[in-house]
Structures are given as C-alpha cells and as structure tokens.
C-alpha cells in the first residue's frame, strides 16, 4: 500500500496523483489513510493541548490538497525544465548549423573545383 510513501512524501508525482485519485474512490483505504494520518499527527502533536478539539477530516482534506497543489507545482516544473532544455538544445543546434554549415558548403565548392579542374587538366 502506497499510505506510508505518501504520508512520507516519497511518491512521485504521478505515483501521488493516482493514489490520492484512488483514495477519493475507494473506502476503504481513505479510512486507513484517515487512521495512518491521526496517528502520524498525534505523534507530531503529542505535546499540544489543541490535540483534543481537531478535526481529523478537515485536516486530512487540507493536507491533500496542500499536497495536490504542490504536486502540481512541481510537474510543471518538470515540464519547465523539459521546455527550456528542448529549447536550449535547438538554440545549440540552430548555432551548430549556422557556424558549420558555410564550412560544409565551401569544402563541397573546393571538392567541386577540384574535380572540375582535374577533367579540364586531361
Ligand atoms: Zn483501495
């Protein structure tokens, strides 16, 4: 079960996305994420006396979506980081080409001279 990796935040963001479209759906392991998730803050809070009047629900959909929306930050970081090393990458090509295509091309017109001139020799 993917609870403990999630409360741990060690889920990628694919991985997280599921499993918390999952739980939505699914009864049973809700209940067991309520119950990982109580006592996941009840050893955070041992010592805090506001122990007593929390709401387990309200906190355990705060902190998913707090979670989803970080999620989502970083998979468009992802995408970011993607985008602009695509576009670093054809910037470096695009200079590539511009700098070795005239030699590619002046090295075929030298090649084209030689031979036209070695024909003209014979
Ligand atoms: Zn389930």
Redesign the pocket.
């Known amino acids: 079960m993917l609870i403990r990796p999630y409360l741990d935040d060690e889920l990628r963001p694919k991985a997280c996305s599921e499993f918390l479209a999952?739980v939505q759906n699914?009864e049973?392991?809700r209940r067991e994420l309520e119950n990982s998730f109580i006592v996941e803050y009840a050893l955070q809070y041992l010592d805090d006396d506001k122990i007593d009047n929390f709401d387990i629900k309200e906190l355990l959909d705060e902190s998913i979506v707090q979670r989803e929306r970080r999620m989502k930050r970083r998979q468009i970081l992802t995408v970011l980081t993607w985008l602009s090393i695509i576009v670093m990458g054809a910037v470096i090509a695009g200079i590539l080409v511009r700098l070795l295509l005239p030699e590619v091309f002046s090295y075929a017109v030298d090649v084209f001279h030689d031979i036209s001139s070695s024909y003209n020799l014979n």
Do not use: A, F
Request: glycine share 0%.
């Open positions: 999952h699914c049973e392991c």
